[in-house]
Structures are given as C-alpha cells and as structure tokens.
C-alpha cells in the first residue's frame, strides 16, 4: 500500500511538472498554488522523499520561468531535504548551495544559518571534514549576526564532536567546553548532557581515563533519569572500555554490570547486544578466562557480523585469537586468524570501492549542475524570443525570416556546445576513476613489499628509500599512504614494527628487548619502548608478561 501511494504521489508530481514544461496557462488549465506545492512536498518528508522532490521541482520551474526569488530559495531549499533523506547528500548540498545566491537569503540571515548547518552536516557525513569544519563556521556568524546564542552554541557540539573525528582533541575540548559553560547557564539539561559525553570521548583519546570518567559519569546519570537507554548503554560501553585499558578489572566489571538491568532492551538491538557480549568476552580475557571468554566472544563475532561494522568485529576477532595463546598452532586459531585476515582486507577493498563511488557522485553532481545551468539558459532564450513576437508580428516577410535564421544558428551552437560539454565530462569522468584506481594499487605495492622484503626492519628506512624500492616517487607514496592509511609516512612504518615486536615478544620471550627493537627496525631501545607503548598503552615488558598469562 505504502508503495503504492508513493508511485501515485510522484506521479502526481512529475503530472505538474510536465503542465507547466507544456506552456499552459491558468486559463487552460487550473494548477494548484505554490504554496500548496511546497507544504504538499515538505509534508511528504522524510518517508516520501522521491514524491517531495517532484513537487518541489514543479515549484522550482515556475520560480526560474517566472523569476520569483523566494520560490527559488524554497523550491531549492526543499530539494536540499528531498535529497537528503534520498541519501544523496552531494546533490543535496548542490541545492542548499543554490539558495545562498538568492536575494531572499540576504534579508533572511536565520535561513542562512540553518542552510550553512545542513551543508555542514552533509559534508560531515560524506567525511569531507575541513569543508563541513568551513560552513559550521558559517552558520556560527549568521547566528551571532541575529543574536541567536542557543544556534550558536549547538554548532559548537557539533565541531567539538567534527574536531574528535579529526584528531584535533584541543579544539574538540575548547568547543565543548564554550558549549557546556554556555548551556549550564540556560540550565539545559540535554545540551550539557551531550558536551559531558563529547568532553569524555576527548578525554578518552587522550587517554586522561580519570578525567573521561567524570565526565562519562555525569552524562550516565543525566541519560539514566531520562530513560534514553541507547545514550546511556553507549556511555556505559566507553566507562568499561576506559577501565580495561587502564586495567581496573573489578571497576570494568561493575560498570558492565550496571547494564543488566537492560538485558531485554540490550537483546533488541543487535549491535548493543554484539557490543555487551564483546566486553564481557574482553572481561572474562583480561581475568584469564580464555575458554570461556572464547564462547562469549563467538557469541558476539555472530552478532556483529550482522551489523557490517567491521572494525568491531576486528576487536572481536583479534581478542578471540588472544584467547588461543600461547596454543597458536590449534585448527580454531588458523580458521579465525584466516577470517581476521580476510575481513581486513574487504575493507580496504571497501574503502578502494568507496572513493571509486565518491568519484562517480561528483561527476553526477557535476552533470546535473551542467545541465540545470542548460534549463535555465534555455528559459531565458525561451522568455525572449516570446518577447521578441510582438515585434515580429509587425515586421515585413524578409526580417521574420532573417530573425528564423538567426534563431535556428543559435539553436545549432547550443547543441554543439552541448555535445562537446559532455564529451568533455565524459574524459573527465574517466580519468578521474583512473586516478583512484592507481592509487588503490599503489598502496597494495607498497603494503605487499612492506611485509615480503620487511622495509620496516631498516631504521634508516625514508620514503625515498621505498619510494625507489616500488619504482614510484616520493610524491605519489605519500599521498597514497596518507589516502588509504590515515596516517603519515612514519606512522605507516611504526604500525608494522610495532607488530613484528609483538610477535617476537609472544613467540621468542627469550629475546633481550635490544634485540627485539634491532629486528623490528627501530633505532634504540628507548624509542622502542615510546613507540610500543603509544601504540598498545603498555611496555613491552608487560605486554610479553601478559602473553604468558592467555
């Protein structure tokens, strides 16, 4: 039923559409207001989203036909919507974009903070981090510039959450701490809920546990009192994990049982059930509990491989196989060390498939620009060659047909300049997905080269260095590794040394830790132990001690 009444709505609207592209006017035909358009397509939303794009775009070709600024500020507006609960969040920016060249924005500046905002958080979504950084700032001035202080400071949650994902956890706390102290003023509690939270994940990644907990602590209490269980679990998951890391074992396993009272709500939802069952298998890990912890962290891995999430089910998958040692040679530590391995690399292949996909919405984007800038070019000509009947009217034979002539040249050079428009974007479009294509195989060369002639082993390794070793340049290499690793050169280096160590402490214990930091590439013994220990949150010493205990 559902289905079909969205077929018939978008039907309706592509109908009214289709009226007004014909020519007819009011006097033909009896079309129905604007403004009942409009409220028709923002009523639809979000379920109909195809059927309120229709109706939005009849509206937007009677604005553009009849040059009506605040229609097109609202038509465009509502496109903005339609596309985004498409989830098409390119396109919906496109649209939002077109309402700032209206005049109707410049009288309206909380229309333009509001529009500023949802650009922010498309770009935000589609992870192009300094762009949504650049138009929350916006939305930040058109705020102030009306005196809209609430506004102001909610854009400043959502850049202290934006700077987290960033790694930029100074600014992350400067915003949200501006925010809490903004808001404890207003005596809003939801608001100040949500800056606690932000303020414990920063804290958390700076691995201040102490602090994070304080924090964590007071939005735990406000989301208990307002029974937003999903919040409150969330928090509750990061206290535990904050403890684990710090080794508080008894204070890990009395926040995790302060989720079984929720044990039904939890067995809902099936990321939050994967997630509880994952803690409770670390948990079991940590005390020395391998079996056990095995069973429940194979309850969880079948879980989470139902969400998609793969990071989570690589932390399941890595503390499963942690739950084998030191029996590494066991039939059910290769089974999962071969699903460990390969569900690692769907998501590079992922993350290679991703930015192919981000290329082709772009170059989507960019057509649909190109051929809305030919619409409206076409309506002008349109608009004046009517304009220009009058007149023809009452000229002789001769200057009607030199003025046909014209017209069909004109015609002739807008088709040609059509046609070479898209032979243009065509090349473009596939250049571009050369480009990511060779990135994407850059970095396997670099990644197979790295582990089959162990580069990292040399602690004069440079990026010159590898860059030679897989025939490319410095340049290309780091771009590469700065694209598919998210981190710099040096970073990229570390992980696998960092690595290797590992498994020289696990399986040579008898191994001198000089020794250890020589073969794995690092300089000294004392950069070693700095390296490993930002990497793992422990010593080599104690992470080799830990070994001997799973």
């Known amino acids: 039923m559902h289905d079909i009444t969205k077929v018939l709505l978008t039907a309706s609207g592509l109908f009214l559409m289709s009226l007004h592209s014909w020519g007819l006017t009011p006097g033909q035909v009896k079309p129905l207001p604007t403004d009942t358009l409009l409220n028709r397509a923002l009523s639809l939303l979000p379920d109909y989203a195809d059927s309120s794009a229709a109706y939005a775009e009849a509206v937007l070709r009677i604005a553009i036909d009849d040059n009506v600024d605040s229609l097109l500020f609202k038509s465009n507006q509502l496109l903005g919507y339609a596309y985004y609960y498409k989830g098409d969040y390119r396109k919906s920016n496109f649209f939002y974009k077109k309402t700032l060249g209206t005049q109707y924005i410049a009288t309206h500046p909380q229309a333009a903070a509001s529009v500023y905002n949802n650009i922010g958080i498309n770009y935000e979504i589609l992870d192009e981090y300094d762009k949504a950084i650049d138009t929350y700032l916006q939305s930040i001035l058109a705020e102030e510039s009306i005196g809209n202080m609430d506004g102001k400071y909610m854009t400043w ?6 700077s987290v994902k960033i790694n930029d956890i100074k600014e992350a706390k400067r915003y949200a701490r501006g925010a809490l102290r903004y808001f404890e003023s207003r005596q809003d509690s939801i608001q100040i809920a949500l800056c606690h939270q932000n303020l414990g994940v920063a804290y958390t990644m700076e691995q201040k546990f102490d602090s994070a907990m304080i924090y964590n602590q007071q939005a735990l209490s406000y989301y208990l009192e307002q ?43 099936i990321l939050l059930s994967g997630t509880y069952k994952l803690y409770q298998g670390r948990l079991m890990l940590e005390t020395g509990n391998g079996a056990k912890a095995r069973v429940k962290l194979e309850e969880a891995l079948h879980l989470l491989k139902q969400t998609d999430i793969k990071n989570y089910q690589l932390e399941t998958l890595d503390n499963i196989l942690k739950s084998f040692v030191p029996a590494a040679q066991l039939p059910g530590y290769k089974n999962y060390m071969n699903e460990f391995r390969r569900i690692r690399s769907e998501m590079f292949s992922q993350e290679v498939a991703s930015n192919l996909s981000k290329a082709k919405v772009e170059f989507d984007v960019a057509i649909l620009e190109k051929n809305l800038e030919l619409q409206e070019a ?17 000229l002789i034979t001769a200057a009607a047909l030199i003025i046909y002539l014209l017209w069909r040249k004109q015609r002739s050079q807008n ?23 060779k990135h994407g195989d850059l970095f396997q060369d670099i990644h197979s080269i790295m582990e089959d002639k162990k580069l990292y082993a040399n602690p004069d390794l440079t990026i010159n260095t590898l860059a030679s070793a897989i025939g490319s340049n410095q340049k290309y290499v780091s771009e590469s590794i700065n694209t598919h690793h998210g981190g710099n050169f040096f970073q990229f280096v570390n992980a696998y040394r960092i690595e290797h160590a590992k498994q020289l402490l696990l399986r040579q214990p008898e191994l001198t830790m000089e020794a250890i ?16 220990k930002k990497a793992t949150g422990m010593s080599p010493g104690a992470y080799a001690e830990q070994g001997k205990y799973k």
């Open 415 to 437: 088709k040609a300049l059509f046609q070479l428009n898209q032979d243009l974007t065509e090349k473009w479009k596939i250049s571009n997905l050369q480009a990511y294509q």
């Open 378 to 394: 076409q309506t002008q000509l349109h608009q004046r060659l009517n304009q220009g009947l009058l007149i023809i009217l009452s």
């Open 227 to 269: 029974d937003l269980k999903f919040d409150y679990l969330q928090i509750l998951f990061n206290t535990v994990v904050n403890h684990l890391q710090q080794g508080n074992l008894d204070l890990a396993q009395y926040y995790l049982k302060k989720a079984q009272p929720f044990r039904s709500y939890i067995d809902s939802d």
């Open 157 to 162: 949650i959502n850049l202290s959450i934006l």
């Open 517 to 532: 930091a020589d073969s794995s590439g690092f300089s000294s013994r004392s950069t070693f132990y700095r390296a490993f």
